[in-house]
């Protein structure tokens, strides 16, 4: 089949049978069909090659095809692919006392799922086991996922109007406002929840200090502190969890998109002894997943492990961050009229403009130049850019010159309609 061809015929599928309205606002932007990928570059249709620095939302730290992923997938599968369930399972053991060994002390324990919002769901459910109270603190501009429960503590209009009511007694704070949590957290607070940093909030940073002040108001009202990390965990933010830059650590801790290592569909609670005491300890059964678990996604989760500790993941992308956000500081500059800011922690890296649709215009300039970003989804002003860890410094570069050209490009587009 021809490129053409192939793309017209996932075109149409995708219209009459997944999704036609997105399927229309992908191919305005300029997206064709990716058919392979390896490290940061993604090839599509057309051959044509693209620097990931979307990185599937924060999926592929370790890259794309990890040859040792690969590798770890590949030899898991002439064993066994999915677990039979009744009996134990070497690669979910070694997986849940690795993560028990790098994680912030006292989440020794581990649930094992397939995605974020299936990880934020058990947080939320053992958090309301454990303290028989029924109240969640949520901040403004979080994302935790679109399942139900999931949806309830993530603050976005637009996905939470069409399916109302949602869980009850969720309140929301402005986020990095403890303050504003104090004055909500009650004798009825179950959960505290919040990411270390928001992504599809625009990656926001907290002030300093603001987890610590999280930590004592939930030690304080008994509630349950929940760091959501699916986006931030696993060497993301330059440490290998984003709480490590406050030196605090939750009850329950949520991790997903990395975790698979980019190969593996893969989520997972971390979570405290004191907590597992008041789930399982009358059912050992209280809470399951078919999939979860499963050797193929474990044995991969394994492998990014070992290589977050052998290729220091978190100091790769502390600097290479460092380069980026360096470059972005200075485009910045030359346009100020146009880009309200640019901040990030690690290769977690936000560029916002100063006004709507700008956004858009510049992904679809980035994308002729070969390089693949998209906005955050709670907050279209901001391009987030978190690709693969192992990109080099000439890519990086790059990068640079490429939002350097596109900003300049639709800077002139816009100077024009005025
Ligand atoms: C992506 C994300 C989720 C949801 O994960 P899914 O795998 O898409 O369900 C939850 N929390 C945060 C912080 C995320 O970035």
Not at 19 to 33: E, I, S, T, W
Request: charged share 20%; aromatic share 8%.
């Amino acid at each position: 089949m021809d490129s053409d061809s192939l793309y017209a015929d996932v075109f149409q599928n995708y219209t009459d049978h997944i999704n036609p309205n997105l399927a229309r606002l992908m191919a305005f932007a300029g997206f064709g069909v990716e058919i392979s990928a390896v490290g940061a570059i993604i090839t599509d249709h057309e051959g044509r090659e693209f620097i990931d620095c979307l990185g599937g939302y924060g999926t592929f730290t370790f890259g794309h095809r990890h040859p040792k992923i690969v590798a770890a997938v590949r030899d898991q599968l002439d064993l066994m692919g999915l677990s039979g369930k009744a009996f134990f399972s070497k690669p979910q053991a070694d997986l849940a006392a690795a993560l028990a060994e790098i994680s912030p002390a006292g989440l020794d324990f581990a649930f094992f799922c397939n995605s974020g919002a299936e990880a934020v769901e058990a947080a939320l459910k053992f958090a309301k086991g454990a303290t028989q109270r029924a109240g969640i603190i949520s901040t403004q501009g979080s994302y935790h996922g679109k399942t139900l429960g999931a949806l309830s503590t993530t603050e976005r209009e637009k996905y939470r109007k069409p399916f109302m009511p949602l869980l009850p007694g969720v309140q929301f704070a402005p986020f990095g406002d403890a303050e504003a949590v104090a004055y909500l957290a009650d004798d009825n607070t179950a959960a505290i929840i919040v990411e270390p940093i928001q992504g599809e909030g625009g990656i926001i940073i907290p002030p300093d200090g603001y987890l610590a002040q999280l930590r004592e108001i939930a030690d304080r009202s008994g509630a349950v502190l929940i760091f959501d990390e699916v986006q931030t965990g696993l060497g993301r933010t330059g440490r290998n969890f984003a709480c490590e830059w406050d030196g605090v650590a939750p009850d329950i801790m949520c991790l997903a998109k990395a975790l698979g290592g980019g190969i593996m569909p893969l989520g997972a609670i971390l979570y405290a002894r004191a907590i597992y005491d008041q789930i399982y300890d009358v059912n050992p059964l209280a809470h399951t997943s078919t999939f979860g678990g499963n050797a193929l996604a474990c044995r991969a989760g394994l492998a990014a492990l070992q290589i977050l500790q052998d290729e220091n993941i978190a100091a790769q992308s502390e600097e290479k961050g460092r380069l980026m956000l360096d470059g972005f500081v200075e485009i910045a500059q030359a346009h100020p009229d146009l880009i309200a800011s640019v901040r990030g922690r690690g290769l977690m890296i936000g560029l916002e403009f100063s006004m709507d649709e700008v956004g858009e215009l510049v992904v679809a300039q980035l994308l002729k130049r070969g390089v693949c970003v998209a906005y955050a989804l709670n907050n279209p002003r901001v391009l987030r850019f978190e690709p693969p860890v192992m990109i080099s410094n000439d890519q990086i570069e790059t990068v640079r010159r490429a939002v350097s050209k596109s900003i300049a490009e639709t800077a002139e587009l816009l100077a024009e309609l005025v």
